[in-house]
T-cell receptor, first 115, second 113 residues
Framework: ETGVTQTPRHLVMGMTNKKSLKCEQHLGHNAMYWYKQSAKKPLELMFVYNFKEQTENNSVPSRFSPECPNSSHLFLHLHTLQPEDSALYLC??????????????FGPGTRLTVT | GQNIDQPTEMTATEGAIVQINCTYQTSGFNGLFWYQQHAGEAPTFLSYNVLDGLEEKGRFSSFLSRSKGYSYLLLKELQMKDSASYLCAVKGGSGAGSYQLTFGKGTKLSVIP
């Protein structure tokens, strides 16, 4: 496997279900991100982990719970979601140091539908 | 606050040149990125500007003016496969936020024969 992988690619869940999204990066990066992409809206940053520590939580509802057990893996645990949470969830990683380009590499995303 | 504006949609003809503009107002600036995103796929990195001027990479070029809060992506010799959304993103802020990206809504480019 190379780059950033995400599973599952598609997920349909009811509002009372609990599910988890998984992201794995094979690039040796030290920062990982969760984004939400809805139709006609910009990519919304949800969570940031740098060196496995959460450094940002952009006012995301508590029904989304991130977990970063190590610098290569990132999870997004979902429970009691709402239909408006249906979106494409993208994981990204980057190598962050002071200065420099350090672009983010994105995974293919999980298309989530909440029924 | 962070605000990034780019046109919602553009249409151009195969073989032509198209310029996609992006204006930004952000609380900090550590570089501007352009990403390409085909429908149903992940965004992929195209270009990066941190100093004023033009960066050229094959058929794609990107320009930055920090004093004007303005950038553009120039695509030459358009091909049908260039039909995609083009996302402008600014890396900004300070401290823990200095490496985070703020994205515009994206410009959907349609290339027609």
């Amino acid at each position: 496997e190379t780059g950033v992988t995400q599973t599952p690619r598609h997920l349909v869940m009811g509002m009372t279900n609990k599910k988890s999204l998984k992201c794995e990066q094979h690039l040796g990066h030290n920062a990982m991100y969760w984004y939400k992409q809805s139709a006609k809206k910009p990519l919304e940053l949800m969570f940031v982990y740098n060196f496995k520590e959460q450094t940002e939580n952009n006012s995301v509802p508590s029904r989304f719970s991130p977990e970063c057990p190590n610098s290569s893996h990132l999870f997004l645990h979902l429970h009691t979601l709402q239909p408006e949470d249906s979106a494409l969830y993208l994981c990204a990683s980057s190598q962050e140091r002071t200065g420099g380009r350090y672009e983010q590499y994105f995974g293919p995303g999980t298309r989530l539908t909440v029924t | 606050g962070q605000n990034i504006d780019q046109p919602t949609e553009m249409t151009a003809t195969e073989g032509a040149i198209v310029q996609i503009n992006c204006t930004y107002q952000t609380s900090g600036f550590n570089g501007l990125f352009w990403y390409q995103q085909h429908a149903g796929e992940a965004p992929t990195f195209l270009s990066y500007n941190v100093l004023d001027g033009l960066e050229e990479k094959g058929r794609f070029s990107s320009f930055l003016s920090r004093s004007k809060g303005y950038s553009y992506l120039l695509l030459k010799e358009l091909q049908m496969k260039d039909s995609a959304s083009y996302l402008c993103a600014v890396k900004g802020g300070s401290g823990a936020g200095s490496y985070q990206l703020t994205f515009g809504k994206g410009t959907k480019l349609s290339v027609i024969p």
